[in-house]
């Protein structure tokens, strides 16, 4: 049993001195996982099914994606000319509230179913608020001059 004993010593004392003193390591590298970044191509299907699989929201239905593909032609037509009048009439208000050095000019304005206000605030600030007419909704905002 001593002798058995002995033999175990010296042999854990021999894997001990023989086992190296420094250690191995290797630098890390970055692999990226999504083909987009440089990963591996296979990886894209993956990803794609993890992410459907995740998607709580539906995809959007053909009235609501493609509205103005479902227009008509004249329908197209009235919506642009609508565009451009709103268009117009957002220049000729501009026109109207800055001065001729460029600065924004105080007041009311009117146009169809707005109002804008320009007025100061403090600090070189002014406020310009649009209010719709017809329902009251108004928003704010304040620029410097």
């Not at 175990?8 to 290797?26: C, I």
């Not at 630098?27 to 995740?54: E, I, K, M, R, T």
């Not at 709580?56 to 479902?70: E, I, Q, V």
């Amino acid at each position: 049993m001593l002798d058995l004993r002995i033999y175990l010593v010296r042999l854990g004392a021999v894997a001990l001195l023989s086992m190296n003193a420094t250690g191995q390591a290797t630098g890390l590298v970055y692999q990226p996982v999504d083909p987009s970044f440089g990963g591996n191509p296979a990886n894209g299907q993956v990803l794609l099914d993890l992410a459907n699989a995740q998607n709580k929201y539906p995809a959007p239905s053909a009235t609501t994606a493609g509205a103005t593909s479902m227009q008509t032609p004249l329908e197209q037509f009235n919506s642009e000319l609508q565009q451009a009048i709103l268009s117009r009439v957002a220049s000729s208000a501009t026109n109207s509230i800055i001065g001729a050095n460029g600065q924004l000019v105080p007041g009311t304005i009117q146009t169809g179913n707005f109002s804008i206000t320009i007025s100061p605030v403090s600090n070189g600030l002014l406020q310009v608020s649009t209010t719709d007419t017809s329902t009251g909704a108004t928003t704010t905002f304040q620029v410097s001059q």
